[in-house]
């Protein structure tokens, strides 16, 4: 069993930048996969990023390709989303995700979920 903690989020105007963390328990990550998907007001949860564990290969949705950078920190077991140039349109909860095997790009590929954090980009 594997338990997803994000923090990170919060209030930042457009063109500035926010790091979100994804800290994980109850077993090491070695062979797993942990994504980043968001999720804004009606609309479905979108895939935003994944890295492969044991890799390192990284993987970005169009809308965010080189504005954010996915990463990780093998010893901390915790994985991280640094977002840059962000807009208004990136407004949404961001859930970190991760599931044992290669990444997937959708919601149904991942077994385990952090509770998700609020990202408010501001015109």
């Known amino acids: 069993q594997v338990h997803l903690a994000e923090s990170g989020g919060g209030l930042v105007q457009a063109g500035g930048s926010l790091r979100l963390s994804c800290a994980a328990s109850?077993?090491?990550?070695?062979?797993?996969?942990m994504a980043w998907f968001r999720q804004a007001p009606g609309k479905e949860r979108e895939f935003v990023a994944a890295?492969?564990?044991?890799?390192?290969?990284?993987f970005y949705g169009d809308s965010v390709k080189g504005r954010f950078t996915i990463s990780r920190d093998n010893g901390k077991n915790t994985g991280y989303l640094q977002m840059n140039s962000l807009k208004p349109e990136d407004t949404a909860v961001y859930y970190c995700?991760?599931?044992?095997?290669?990444?997937?790009?959708?919601?149904?590929?991942?077994?385990?979920w952090g509770q998700g954090t609020q990202v408010t980009v501001s015109s």
């Open positions: 995700a991760a599931r044992d095997g290669g990444w997937r790009i959708r919601v149904q590929g991942y077994d385990y």
């Open positions: 109850g077993r090491t990550l070695g062979s797993y996969s």
């Open positions: 890295i492969s564990w044991s890799r390192g290969s990284t």
